[in-house]
């Protein structure tokens, strides 16, 4: 997949203060008299120390577009509160994320200093990758000594990004389960009448008649891909081939990200995802209102967003993966307000949670600095408001409970804005503007009462099926577009499904399937 694609997947994927003081405690002057340029040159020589022991860290984060304008103004916001309360200095290091797996690639094979790293769902970046390539040093030493609050915070989350019983990242502390939601455009459904239909709607075959009544009276889409890859309702980690939505549900990919893994929690089998007939179910729905003229015929070969065609005019409706508050998100993405049934509940999974971690690399020079700063990244309500929102009063301010822009300031030319998912804990973060003062404790909430997968913690080493792996996505790109669009008729599925078998797909099934079978016995 394209990197510009992959990105934009992310982003997608991706649509969402009190500072303590705390100086080291120093020495009492000593009493007497007669020994003033003694006790000056005493002074300035424990000063000089204590400056010397200020330990100083690179911290690399991912930058939603170019590194903000503000970004040294931030930093030495920060530094302000690291200095006096945990010794630290620290250097934030923005990169771009069209090219945040390659220049953190490079900083590992070049040893060059990183004490502090944000990983990603990008390959060459993501927690998996860099814990197969020994490139992480184990935590738990270190946050048991030095971020034991951080610890206590996340508390059994950590179990995702723990390998050979070993912590070596710490996922962010955000809303972890999102949901299948279709997104529909209101205004167009205020003119037909069927606004509170949508809102109640509670099967497919409910949908199909909106969206039939959607493509008789307008000169528009009734839905189209989700992403840049084709998918109408097909997304990782959902099924989707039953007709009420209800008796639809989630899935574990295993920490997959190429689309090709399922499992059974009732019999712990994996198995291929393309070759189920649940798949195929899918696909055969999608067909059918392809052929009924319901969906956008470029949905296979455009690389726009859902969220971009409906902003458009193109489609009048997407189906996507989101956290709670999507219809506020989607707004702000489509330009419309919107009505967004769920359609699955999701569930909490490794690879829900090893999407966004921080890591300490193996070219750390300061991992005790660097685990100190971490434990302030999920506590600490003042880190968390600078690195999402910037300088208060000048790039935001809080207007009844809420972040929002300043007076004669806009996205357009604040200094710095990045987004509140990246961070150690998003639930210290103010909501931006948009939502109700609360809509932190309602979205934590709502993660607390979702079902957690009982995979949590299973990672496949996949270093022995690498070549596998690859060849069986040259072949998933080579039809997914077409078969998920339905663009492509059901004639085409078999001949997808073998030769993705001559590309190896069973044998990197058996390998999850023996990681897995041995992780299970010794839960």
């Given at each position: 997949?394209?990197?510009?694609?992959?990105?934009?997947?992310?982003?997608?994927?991706?649509?969402?203060?009190?500072?303590?003081?705390?100086?080291?405690?120093?020495?009492?002057?000593?009493?007497?008299?007669?020994?003033?340029?003694?006790?000056?040159?005493?002074?300035?020589?424990?000063?000089?120390?204590?400056?010397?022991?200020?330990a100083e860290i690179n911290v690399v984060i991912i930058s939603l577009?170019?590194?903000?304008?503000?970004?040294?103004?931030?930093?030495?916001?920060?530094?302000?509160?690291?200095?006096?309360?945990?010794?630290?200095?620290?250097?934030?290091?923005?990169?771009?994320?069209?090219?945040?797996?390659?220049?953190?690639?490079?900083?590992?094979?070049?040893?060059?200093?990183?004490?502090?790293?944000?990983?990603?769902?990008?390959?060459?970046?993501?927690?998996?990758?860099?814990?197969?390539?020994?490139?992480?040093?184990?935590?738990?030493?270190?946050?048991?000594?030095?971020?034991?609050?951080?610890?206590?915070?996340?508390?059994?989350?950590?179990?995702?990004?723990?390998?050979?019983?070993?912590?070596?990242?710490?996922?962010?502390?955000?809303?972890?389960?999102?949901?299948?939601?279709?997104?529909?455009?209101?205004?167009?459904?205020d003119n037909l009448g069927l606004t509170e239909k949508a809102k109640?709607?509670?099967?497919?075959?409910?949908?199909?008649?909106?969206?039939?009544?959607?493509?008789?009276?307008?000169?528009?889409?009734?839905?189209?891909?989700?992403?840049?890859?084709?998918?109408?309702?097909?997304?990782?980690?959902?099924?989707?081939?039953?007709?009420?939505?209800?008796?639809?549900?989630?899935?574990?990919?295993?920490?997959?990200?190429?689309?090709?893994i399922a499992v059974d929690p009732d019999t712990n089998t994996v198995?291929?995802?393309?070759?189920?007939?649940?798949?195929?179910?899918?696909?055969?729905?999608?067909?059918?209102?392809?052929?009924?003229?319901?969906?956008?015929?470029?949905?296979?070969?455009?690389?726009?967003?859902?969220?971009?065609?409906?902003?458009?005019?193109?489609?009048?409706?997407?189906?996507?993966?989101?956290?709670?508050?999507?219809?506020?998100?989607?707004?702000?993405?489509?330009?419309?307000?919107?009505?967004?049934?769920?359609?699955?509940?999701?569930?909490?999974?490794?690879?829900?949670?090893?999407?966004?971690?921080?890591?300490?690399?193996?070219?750390?020079?300061?991992?005790?600095?660097?685990?100190?700063?971490?434990?302030?990244?999920?506590?600490?309500?003042?880190?968390?408001?600078?690195?999402?929102?910037?300088?208060?009063?000048?790039?935001?301010?809080?207007?009844?409970?809420?972040?929002?822009?300043?007076?004669?300031?806009?996205?357009?030319?604040?200094?710095?804005?990045?987004?509140?998912?990246?961070?150690?804990?998003?639930?210290?973060?103010?909501?931006?503007?948009?939502?109700?003062?609360?809509?932190?404790?309602?979205?934590?909430?709502?993660?607390?009462?979702?079902?957690?997968?009982?995979?949590?913690?299973?990672?496949?080493?996949?270093?022995?099926?690498?070549?596998?792996?690859?060849?069986?996505?040259?072949?998933?790109?080579?039809?997914?577009?077409?078969?998920?669009?339905?663009?492509?008729?059901?004639?085409?599925?078999?001949?997808?499904?073998?030769?993705?078998?001559?590309?190896?797909?069973?044998?990197?099934?058996?390998?999850?399937?023996?990681?897995?079978?041995?992780?299970?016995?010794?839960?």
């Amino acid at each position: 997949m394209k990197m510009k694609r992959l990105w934009a997947l992310l982003l997608v994927v991706c649509l969402g203060a009190t500072m303590a003081s705390g100086c080291g405690k120093s020495e009492p002057a000593a009493s007497g008299t007669g020994a003033g340029d003694d006790k000056q040159a005493v002074a300035e020589g424990t000063q000089g120390a204590k400056k010397e022991e200020i330990a100083e860290i690179n911290v690399v984060i991912i930058s939603l577009g170019p590194a903000p304008a503000g970004a040294k103004d931030v930093e030495n916001a920060v530094n302000e509160i690291t200095e006096p309360k945990i010794n630290t200095h620290v250097n934030l290091e923005f990169i771009d994320g069209g090219t945040y797996a390659d220049k953190v690639s490079l900083k590992m094979i070049s040893n060059e200093k990183m004490d502090l790293l944000l990983t990603m769902p990008i390959q060459a970046a993501g927690f998996s990758s860099l814990v197969a390539q020994n490139q992480l040093l184990p935590l738990d030493d270190l946050l048991t000594e030095y971020a034991p609050e951080l610890l206590e915070t996340v508390g059994d989350f950590v179990k995702a990004t723990s390998y050979n019983g070993h912590i070596y990242a710490v996922p962010n502390y955000r809303v972890l389960n999102s949901n299948s939601y279709l997104i529909m455009r209101k205004d167009i459904l205020d003119n037909l009448g069927l606004t509170e239909k949508a809102k109640n709607l509670s099967s497919w075959s409910e949908y199909e008649e909106i969206i039939d009544a959607v493509c008789k009276n307008y000169d528009i889409a009734g839905i189209s891909q989700t992403d840049g890859d084709g998918t109408i309702i097909t997304e990782q980690g959902n099924w989707t081939d039953k007709d009420v939505f209800a008796e639809n549900e989630a899935y574990d990919t295993l920490g997959d990200t190429y689309k090709i893994i399922a499992v059974d929690p009732d019999t712990n089998t994996v198995f291929n995802y393309f070759a189920s007939e649940r798949y195929r179910a899918m696909l055969e729905r999608v067909n059918s209102w392809y052929q009924k003229g319901y969906v956008y015929k470029d949905s296979a070969t455009s690389e726009e967003q859902g969220d971009t065609l409906i902003k458009n005019n193109v489609t009048f409706s997407t189906c996507v993966n989101s956290e709670i508050g999507v219809e506020i998100s989607r707004k702000s993405s489509t330009g419309y307000d919107v009505v967004c049934p769920e359609v699955v509940k999701g569930i909490i999974t490794t690879g829900s949670c090893t999407k966004f971690t921080w890591a300490v690399p193996v070219t750390a020079t300061e991992p005790e600095a660097a685990a100190k700063f971490m434990n302030l990244l999920f506590t600490d309500a003042d880190i968390n408001n600078l690195l999402a929102w910037g300088i208060e009063g000048k790039d935001y301010i809080v207007k009844d409970g809420v972040a929002t822009y300043p007076e004669g300031v806009d996205a357009s030319n604040v200094s710095y804005h990045t987004a509140d998912f990246l961070y150690g804990n998003q639930f210290l973060i103010y909501p931006w503007e948009g939502v109700a003062s609360n809509f932190r404790e309602v979205a934590k909430a709502d993660m607390e009462a979702a079902e957690t997968s009982k995979y949590l913690g299973f990672s496949c080493d996949t270093t022995n099926i690498t070549n596998e792996i690859t060849a069986v996505y040259n072949v998933i790109q080579e039809y997914k577009s077409g078969l998920e669009s339905g663009s492509v008729g059901l004639e085409r599925y078999d001949e997808f499904i073998s030769k993705m078998e001559a590309a190896g797909v069973d044998k990197v099934v058996a390998e999850y399937q023996k990681q897995l079978d041995a992780w299970l016995a010794q839960q």
